[in-house]
T-cell receptor
Framework: DAKTTQPPSMDCAEGRAANLPCNHS???????VYWYRQIHSQGPQYIIH???NNETNEMASLIITEDRKSSTLILPHATLRDTAVYYC????????????FGGGTRLMVKP | GAGVSQSPRYKVAKRGQDVALRCDPI?????LFWYQQALGQGPEFLTY????????KSGLPSDRFFAERPEGSVSTLKIQRTQQEDSAVYLC?????????????FGPGTRLTVL
């Protein structure tokens, strides 16, 4: 699977939008972009995924560039409970479905 | 609705002991995964089951690691003759169906400390 590059850490003010970038310049045409997050002492939690169109759900929005080489996860109104490590993963559906986690971005939401 | 549960949540073992870690996936989930997460790092894939069949065990670090899911629901990860480098959080995840891009639901993990 293609690898991803994320900044190791980011800060965000409570109530503001958190924009987490991810580069996946070698992504293949059949690979999806997934985002998970891991709050301290918990297992990872699925947030959202997409192929090429922008996606939105109750947790977040996912913006994928037209060339699919990068994406941004947007938490529209960050709260203190959004403090976590956010993982961007690219994944071929059907290849055993394993997730290949990188280092992720540690997001700190500050009051 | 119950999520994925794992037991024990914490396990301390002396070097050389055998340990068994249990995972109860979400009822009806076909796929089950085990991951290992070292301190400060992202989870790493260990093995994958589709129902009772172990289809991928390429991530198991040595032959001391063994996983089973005999009836296609509960799974056990066994580590024989534990070593200090086995200290990690062991995460279990389940998903509804293979090949559909379905999300994986993770349990809280078992933190194993080998002294």
């Amino acid at each position: 699977d293609a690898k991803t590059t994320q900044p190791p850490s980011m800060d965000c003010a409570e109530g503001r939008a958190a924009n987490l970038p991810c580069n996946h310049s070698t992504i293949s045409g059949n690979e999806y972009v997934y985002w998970y997050r891991q709050i301290h002492s918990q297992g990872p939690q699925y947030i959202i995924h997409g192929l090429k169109n922008n996606e939105t759900n109750e947790m977040a929005s996912l913006i994928i560039t037209e060339d699919r080489k990068s994406s941004t996860l947007i938490l529209p109104h960050a709260t203190l409970r959004d403090t976590a490590v956010y993982y961007c993963i690219v994944r071929v559906v059907g290849a055993g479905n394993m997730l290949t986690f990188g280092g992720g971005t540690r997001l700190m939401v500050k009051p | 609705g119950a999520g994925v549960s794992q037991s024990p949540r914490y396990k301390v073992a002396k070097r050389g002991q055998d340990v068994a870690l249990r995972c109860d996936p979400i009822s009806g989930h076909v796929s089950l995964f085990w991951y290992q997460q070292a301190l400060g790092q992202g989870p790493e894939f260990l093995t994958y089951f589709q129902n009772e069949a172990q289809l991928d065990k390429s991530g198991l670090p040595s032959d001391r690691f063994f996983a089973e899911r005999p009836e296609g629901s509960v799974s056990t990860l066994k580590i024989q003759r534990t070593q200090q480098e086995d200290s990690a959080v062991y995460l279990c995840a389940s998903s509804l169906e293979q090949g559909r891009g379905n999300e994986q639901f993770f349990g809280p993990g078992t933190r194993l400390t080998v002294l």
